[in-house]
């Protein structure tokens, strides 16, 4: 739309005015069935990552315009800023770690009634681990015939070091970003598989530090500071999204050793947050802003990502992800470089639509809070019904359906590019491709917990 | 004889205005000349540092690099504005379409929503350490005159005072912002909360300066004066604006001017810890990018915040000038 800035408007505008009523009554059928936004002018909150995309692509590219929404974005300092600033108001949305409206309604951390009608996106995590322990994991790890090490690296050979820094009396510390986040979870689960202890949760102890039993230290530092903690040698490694795992290997600092996509092949990652007071308050402007979202997904897998060069120009932007084009690049495109030099193709590293990755699924839910039981964040067994009803509590497929059958009723997207919503019951079938080999079924959440080597099963109490 | 003086006389006025010329010579080059040579070593010194340290963003920016930045911040403040000019016509557009399909919908323009620029942000934070230093003024003058007149006044608020005076804004903050979220509450506010916190804070550790060296001001007054007053019977109102600020207000600028120094120094740390917006704000979010372009922005800024500083330092002296005419 920059031309019209600079073309003679006093002749284009009406002529556009026209046009646009023109293609306004098109399209009333939808608006009469959705109906025009209670709310319109919305301030989404985001953390500087490269997940964020469908918020900052709804807003470049006019669906939130397109929908009557007048939205601002805001970059937040942390999670927890972020999530308050949900909680009190300050802001109207925001771009969410799955396990935050979860835990924030089962009153784990700030208690609020948080509800999603939108996932954002699967996978878009790693680990990464400092130099030094780099150099000494790689002897453990065996080698493809180009010298590069096999993939995916297990905490197997990270627990030589971790044993080698108890002997000498050292602690062995890991950044992750948020006590509930995803981050926290996949390295406690990546680290468990190789048989090292990431420490329990005692809340009702008032212990909240989850470093009970640890043999590996898990403390949180908010994403964009990960990389300059682990460059001060505070941490010897973190999980984090992109880019700050890339921007250690441009800045020579440490090595992504695993992504989450090899810990659990499509892992649901980050969700938009609202209150349930907001999506009561103003139903269309919830079902607007989720048809949006929707898009911006969409617009992001389109074209067998062919559209992410020109989304990676945009997130580069300093206000929004604001690092280097070629850092976010490396994982957006369809790459990401382990070792320095060690570039492998991991097409679905960030997925933002297809494999219906923004249907809010009642079994990613469930996952979340099957490993908050692990830990020991939830502190005491609940039932299979428990978990399913704190899973229908916080994740609003119904919202999303309805925007969802919109945008095909308005042929903006087809039917067949989301699942069919006539059957679809909300939890996928049991999931496979996890790096330890378990298989995780939504419906059985207890039975999942005691399957478990290291962590909390049924009858156990810190 | 009469020549020989007149030579002589000649020569010494010759001497004299020579002198003369070579004085004002060496007072330009003073005021120019040696500022000019102070900038340039500057300049290469910078430039030779930089060179040599090495970040893990690349080489520490020199001045090549700030100066490129100002370019790029220009050029994106001028496409940030086009944008924000599309996205007026668009909503006109889009306001004129809905009103003519729902006639009760009243139109409203809503402010562009697009990012702040470099050139937005210095203007925020000016209007922040304007209204932050202002509210602090009216507070401390009054305050402070009323401290220099009496004696008793002092002896009780003094202690408060020198306690509070040497707090960081950063332990303020805190507590400001709990206050504001509390207490402004409002479903469509005029300003929004993060504006009070900045204001707030930047009030609460500029106000000292101001009471304390108003407070001296005043009761080291001439006691003649005053005596001329008591003499006079002058009223209290008219005794404070013949005698009292006209005699101390070089001290109520000194005041004024550390606190305004204090102020601005305090809102780029309140705007970076808060994230208000304003250059703070810029600051920290270049400092997140972790871009190559990163340093040499938060360089750029560093020269902005400092002339900023020294623009409004000299700006409180011109005002002064202009203020105390009589003398």
Redesign the interface.
């Known amino acids: 739309m920059n031309w019209t800035a600079t073309l003679a408007q006093q002749i284009i505008r009406p002529l556009l005015l026209g046009m646009s009523i023109g293609a306004s009554i098109c399209i009333s059928p939808a608006l009469a069935e959705v109906g025009y936004p209670e709310k319109e002018e919305l301030k989404f909150g985001f953390i500087k990552l490269t997940d964020m995309a469908p918020i900052a692509i709804a807003y470049e590219k006019g669906y939130f315009e397109e929908e009557g929404l007048y939205v601002s974005i805001e970059a937040q300092a942390n999670w927890k800023v972020l999530l308050d600033g949900v909680i009190d108001g300050r802001l109207d949305g925001a771009h969410m770690l799955a396990g935050q409206p979860i835990a924030a309604t089962i009153g784990y951390g700030t208690k609020a009634h948080i509800i999603t009608p939108f996932s954002m996106d699967l996978n878009g995590n790693a680990i990464t681990v400092s130099n030094d322990v780099w150099a000494k994991m790689k002897p453990h790890i065996a080698k493809q015939a180009d010298g590069f090490p096999v993939h995916p690296i297990k905490a197997d050979s990270l627990k030589p070091v971790v044993d080698e820094f108890k002997a000498a009396g050292k602690p062995f510390n890991m950044g992750m970003v948020f006590p509930v986040s995803t981050h926290n979870y996949e390295l406690r689960y990546w680290l468990a598989a190789g048989g090292i202890h990431p420490g329990f949760y005692a809340p009702h102890k008032g212990d909240t530090s989850g470093q009970i039993d640890a043999q590996a230290l898990l403390s949180v530092t908010p994403p964009p500071q990960m990389p300059s903690t682990l460059e001060a040698g505070t941490i010897n490694g973190y999980c984090v999204g992109e880019p700050w795992n890339q921007q250690a290997v441009f800045k020579g600092i440490g090595v992504p050793v695993v992504t989450d996509y090899e810990i659990w092949k499509d892992n649901p990652e980050k969700v938009f947050g609202i209150t349930a007071e907001f999506a009561e308050k103003y139903p269309n402007t919830t079902i607007r802003l989720t048809r949006a979202l929707i898009r911006a997904a969409k617009w992001l897998d389109d074209n067998n990502n062919g559209n992410r060069p020109e989304a990676v120009k945009i997130l580069s932007q300093s206000n929004y992800v604001g690092a280097d084009y070629e850092v976010i690049a490396n994982s957006m495109t369809g790459t990401f470089e382990y070792e320095k030099g060690d570039k492998r193709a991991v097409p679905d590293f960030n997925v933002f639509f297809r494999h219906n990755a923004t249907y809010p699924y009642y079994s990613d839910a469930i996952w979340y809070l099957t490993q908050m039981r692990r830990w020991g964040q939830i502190e005491q067994d609940q039932s299979d019904e428990w978990y399913k009803d704190v899973a229908a509590k916080v994740y609003r497929p119904d919202i999303y359906a309805k925007a969802a059958q919109s945008l095909i009723d308005d042929k903006l997207i087809p039917a067949t590019a989301f699942p069919d919503f006539s059957k679809e019951t909300g939890f996928k079938a049991p999931q496979t491709h996890f790096i330890d080999n378990l298989t995780y079924d939504g419906n059985q959440p207890n039975a999942y917990i005691n399957s478990f080597v290291i962590g909390l099963k049924q009858g156990d109490k810190l | 004889m009469n020549s020989l003086t007149s030579i002589a006389s000649n020569r010494l006025i010759e001497q004299g205005r020579k002198a003369a010329v070579m004085l004002k010579i060496t007072e330009l080059s003073k005021l120019i000349l040696l500022p000019f040579i102070g900038i340039a070593i500057f300049l290469v010194m910078w430039t030779v540092t930089a060179n040599s340290i090495e970040t893990?963003?690349g080489k520490f920016p020199g001045p090549v690099a700030v100066v490129e930045q100002f370019e790029n911040l220009y050029s994106e403040h001028v496409a940030e504005r086009?944008?924000a000019?599309?996205f007026y016509?668009?909503?006109?557009?889009?306001n004129?379409?809905?009103t003519?399909?729902?006639p009760n919908?009243v139109a409203k323009i809503?402010g562009y929503?697009?990012?702040?620029t470099f050139w937005d942000q210095i203007i925020t934070s000016l209007i922040t350490v304007m209204s932050g230093f202002l509210l602090a003024a009216i507070i401390a003058i009054p305050l402070g005159i009323w401290m220099g007149l009496s004696r008793s006044l002092q002896a009780a608020i003094n202690p408060i005072i020198q306690i509070f005076k040497p707090v960081s804004p950063l332990a303020w903050l805190p507590l400001v912002t709990m206050v504001v979220?509390a207490v402004y509450v409002s479903p469509d506010p005029i300003v929004s909360?993060s504006f009070i916190n900045s204001m707030l804070t930047v009030t609460l550790c500029s106000v000292w300066p101001m009471i304390i060296n108003t407070a001296i001001g005043v009761s080291s007054i001439d006691s003649d004066l005053i005596n001329v007053s008591k003499v006079l019977r002058l009223s209290a109102i008219t005794h404070v604006q013949k005698i009292v600020l006209p005699a101390s207000i070089p001290m109520i600028f000194t005041g004024m001017r550390l606190s305004l120094g204090v102020a601005w120094m305090v809102l780029i740390a309140a705007e970076m810890l808060a994230?208000n917006p304003g250059l703070g704000k810029f600051v920290w979010?270049?400092f997140?990018?972790?871009?190559?372009d990163?340093l040499a922005?938060i360089m750029a800024a560093v020269v902005v915040i400092g002339f900023i500083g020294f623009l409004l330092d000299r700006g409180i002296l011109a005002l002064q000038h202009w203020v105390s005419w009589d003398k």
């Open positions: 893990s963003l086009e944008k000019q599309a016509q668009r909503q006109d557009e889009r004129a379409a809905r003519a399909n729902d919908y809503r929503t697009g990012k702040e979220s909360k994230q979010d270049e997140q990018n972790g871009s190559s990163s922005r």
